[in-house]
């Protein structure tokens, strides 16, 4: 499995509530404890890093050299191509001659499933604008 947008925040909820079920343990103690205030800095800070953080820029990162590296054997070209721009210097990472797969009612694929084949030029037209070397074929 790769990295995704929605599982990275999702990752970033768990470690806000853990903080937040520490806190309240902690509370549980020891009753002199601020559990107010370390809930408000606790959610601040955590809500500026979010804002902080470039997740698309995160996501396709992980995802290119994940694969680069073999640790995953599929990449979701599309799904990395629909992301902001600030995807682009990681994707610009792949080889010319990625192949991307994704789903469209009438092709079927060898699975039996609906299928329509994309090429990515990732390489062709520059980085600068790989959004727009996703064609249909």
Known sequence: ???SGKRL???WG???LAVFFGAALLKIWRRDFGFFRVLLAAGVS???LLN???VDAVVAEYNVEAYLTGNIS???VAYLAGLSDEALPSLARLPADMS???YEEGNTGPDGGELAHMESGVMEGGPERLKKAVQFL
């Open 14 to 16: 768990m470690a806000v």
């Open 100 to 102: 991307v797969y994704e």
């Open 52 to 54: 902080l953080l470039r």
């Open 1 to 3: 499995y790769g990295l």
């Open 46 to 48: 955590g809500w500026l």
């Open 9 to 11: 925040l999702t990752y």
């Open 74 to 76: 599929a990449l979701d």
